[in-house]
């Protein structure tokens, strides 16, 4: 069973800084792209950045460029997002989804349950 | 950055009646990858279609998907009391991967 867990959420100040985690299971993890998208408090759904198998290719929204790093541990199943100079507008879940294939284009079949992100002084 | 507005935001139907949802690209999604997903309060999205018409596995067949280029129509034939939810379609074609605003069907 594909299993994804999201943990690192929190509540952090405006500027601070966190590192998401997703822990994967249930699957060949090295294979598939990763993704993070997220969603604000009654708000819609906001894709936030995604990584390639090895790592080599990641693509973000503007919105986060620059302050936001995507990473991946093939060794460890895990997948990360580090989080600096972060604003209020970053305050949001984030959950971690896994692509249907392992092809480059591929929408996002298996979510985690979300981990919360408040940034506020 | 490809733009998705998802038209109506809110749509009042009756268990049994149908559902059309559409999704309008600000440019022409790219060999139809274009998917439709299903949020209820307090869950993750759960995928049900991709490629513009496919269904996800496990979908029920009332749930179908159309269009191509900028045009796109999630259509329920016959809603269920499960399908009471907020529904958002994502162009998966070319970063960033947008998602629409998201329409609501919810209980006349």
């Known amino acids: 069973e594909v299993q994804l867990v999201e943990s690192g959420g929190g509540l952090v100040q405006p500027g601070g800084s966190l590192r998401l985690s997703c822990a994967a299971s249930g699957f060949t993890f090295s294979t598939y792209w990763m993704t993070w998208v997220r969603q604000a408090p009654g708000k819609g759904l906001e894709w936030v950045a995604n990584i390639k198998q090895d790592g080599s290719e990641k693509f973000y929204v503007d919105s986060v460029k620059g302050r936001f790093t995507i990473s991946r541990d093939n060794a460890k199943n895990s997948l990360y997002l580090q989080m600096n100079s972060l604003r209020a507008e970053d305050t949001a879940v984030y959950y971690c989804?896994?692509?249907?294939?392992?092809?480059?284009?591929?929408?996002?079949?298996?979510w985690g349950q979300g981990t919360l992100v408040t940034v506020s002084s | 950055e490809i733009v998705l507005t998802q038209s109506p935001g809110t749509l009042s139907l009756s268990p049994g009646e149908r559902a059309t949802l559409s999704c309008r690209a600000s440019?022409?999604?790219?060999?139809?990858?274009l998917a439709w997903y299903q949020q209820k309060p307090g869950q993750a999205p759960r995928l049900l279609i991709y490629?513009?018409?496919s269904r996800a596995t496990g979908i029920p067949d009332r749930f179908s998907g159309s269009g191509s280029g900028t045009d796109f129509t999630l259509t329920i034939s016959r809603l269920e009391p499960e399908d009471f939810a907020v529904y958002y379609c994502q162009q998966y074609g070319s970063p960033p991967l947008t998602f629409g605003g998201g329409t609501k069907v919810e209980i006349k």
């Open positions: 440019q022409s999604v790219s060999s139809s990858y």
């Open positions: 989804a896994r692509a249907v294939s392992g092809s480059t284009v591929s929408p996002l079949s298996y």
């Open positions: 490629g513009a018409s």
